[in-house]
């Protein structure tokens, strides 16, 4: 499809959409939380957990949208010369699909070491990190509730340096940061609903997140957004069964097993 014949860039789109896709996905698994069939915490739980209000929430993700937004904007502007010369071409399924792995790679290895130094230098843990675990319940649209600088080093950045290491075009980018999006609302849903595709495909999904946001697992699996591999590789890897808990919903309890 020809986005530029409705007189929208491509640019604009690749800004735009995927922060629609953030509040529209989001809210789909705010209507399945009503109900503790599917909860890995109780509703009671979350209220007493969590210490920072679903208001103030709110606005963290917008103020860190806004950041990402203008970054994008820029950005497009800067490799503006480079994408006008790949918009009338068609990757290839296959040139696509791999812009696309590769661009998950870097997204995950930048995430990984960046989330990874946030938790042990004590002072960017005590100043900047720990309000995203302020939410020790998870949900979905708390997933980019960040310190506006931690969203702007870890998703921003990293955002940025797999759309130039890939070589993906601003059209291939609306796809791809959608996804991402997706993939990272999903993570932090703290749902478990039987079928979810992200479950069966990723060993790194809502439970296995879930589990670094508890006080045990705060040292452990620190992957982020798509696979487990840096974890695997550095120990850090922290498996986890679910129980069914009394009352609805499933309990995430870490095995013995780490390495």
Not at 220 to 241: A, E, H, K
Request: aromatic residues 16%; neutral net charge.
């Amino acid at each position: 499809m020809d986005f530029g014949s409705f007189g929208v860039s491509d640019e604009l789109l690749g800004t735009v959409v995927p922060i629609l896709v953030y509040w529209a996905y989001s809210g789909v698994y705010v209507l399945f939380g009503s109900s503790e069939n599917y909860r890995l915490h109780s509703r009671k739980e979350e209220n007493v957990k969590n210490l920072v209000s679903k208001q103030t929430v709110v606005k963290g993700v917008l103020l860190q949208q806004t950041i990402q937004a203008a970054v994008a904007i820029i950005l497009f502007k800067v490799t503006g010369n480079d994408s006008v010369a790949t918009k009338d071409s068609c990757p290839s399924l296959f040139d696509l699909g791999t812009q696309f792995f590769i661009a998950m790679l870097v997204l995950d290895t930048w995430q990984y070491f960046m989330h990874r130094y946030m938790h042990h230098n004590k002072f960017l843990y005590k100043h900047i990190h720990s309000q995203h675990h302020r939410l020790v319940v998870p949900y979905a649209f708390g997933a980019l509730y960040n310190h506006p600088l931690e969203g702007l080093a870890l998703d921003t950045v990293g955002g940025a340096l797999s759309f130039l290491l890939s070589g993906m075009s601003p059209r291939a980018s609306i796809f791809f940061f959608s996804f991402a999006t997706v993939k990272t609302v999903d993570d932090h849903c703290g749902l478990w609903i039987p079928g979810n595709l992200f479950h069966i495909v990723f060993k790194n999904n809502t439970a296995y997140h879930d589990v670094h946001h508890q006080l045990y697992g705060s040292k452990y699996n620190f992957s982020q957004p798509f696979f487990v591999l840096w974890d695997r590789i550095l120990g850090t890897y922290m498996p986890y069964s679910l129980e069914k808990r009394a009352g609805g919903g499933f309990d995430a309890r870490p095995t013995n097993d780490c390495n």
